[in-house]
């Protein structure tokens, strides 16, 4: 018996470190995206795309290690909520790199130059609050916090005021064309971002056992 929940528990924590992985991958190219799409650098988008393709590699090993735990016979309940939240985090992970990928693949010198200076400051600003949603959300997943969930809200509802504050200033004639369609999608992508954020820190909630918010 000792040994089979050994073998649970070997499978279990190689589960835990896929998802910290795909956690540090999407945390540690926030800063650069930002800095892309207000310096004008091009460079990124194809380091990104490669960084997709290790997630692309790393969703399906996290996926049967998961089926096969749920089939186990008579999986402990704490096991059960921590794999039912993989299978629904692990997705949100994807599409946040994704979403980092759309942002740097439109960065270049033509749209950093035509930014007026209160969007690139809004900018700037969304980039920040991104960054720190993620690291919050990444220490929520560290320490099972079932209580982060409506901080993480509370620290969003910034975003999402940032968004429409971009979204205003993008409509008001003052930038090419080209520029406010480009910038109009990046505020929708940094939005998600801050989504997916909170989301995972919602399902930490459910995973520890607790009610989420």
């Not at 059960?80 to 599409?95: G, H, I, M, S």
Request: net charge negative.
């Amino acid at each position: 018996m000792a040994g089979y929940r050994r073998d649970i528990d070997r499978e279990l924590d190689l589960i835990e470190v896929k998802v910290i992985d795909l956690l540090a991958v999407v945390c540690a190219d926030l800063p650069e995206v930002t800095r892309a799409v207000l310096s004008g650098g091009t460079e990124l988008g194809g380091q990104l795309a490669k960084r997709d393709r290790l997630i692309d590699a790393l969703l399906p090993e996290v996926e049967p290690l998961v089926s096969r735990q749920v089939m186990l016979p008579a999986p402990a309940a704490s096991d059960l909520r921590f794999l039912l939240t993989v299978l629904r985090v692990a997705p949100e992970l994807e599409r946040s790199q994704e979403l980092e990928c759309h942002i740097a693949t439109r960065a270049g010198p033509h749209l950093a130059a035509g930014l007026s200076p209160y969007s690139r400051m809004l900018v700037q600003r969304a980039g920040e609050i991104a960054c720190d949603l993620w690291r919050r959300a990444s220490d929520c997943w560290y320490q099972r916090d079932a209580s982060a969930g409506p901080d993480l809200a509370e620290v969003n509802e910034e975003m999402r005021e940032l968004n429409a504050s971009l979204v205003a200033e993008l409509t008001s004639g003052q930038m090419p064309l080209p520029v406010t369609i480009e910038m109009t999608l990046i505020a929708h992508f940094y939005r998600r971002l801050g989504d997916h954020a909170v989301s995972i820190a919602r399902r930490v909630a459910y995973m520890a056992g607790a009610a989420a918010s």
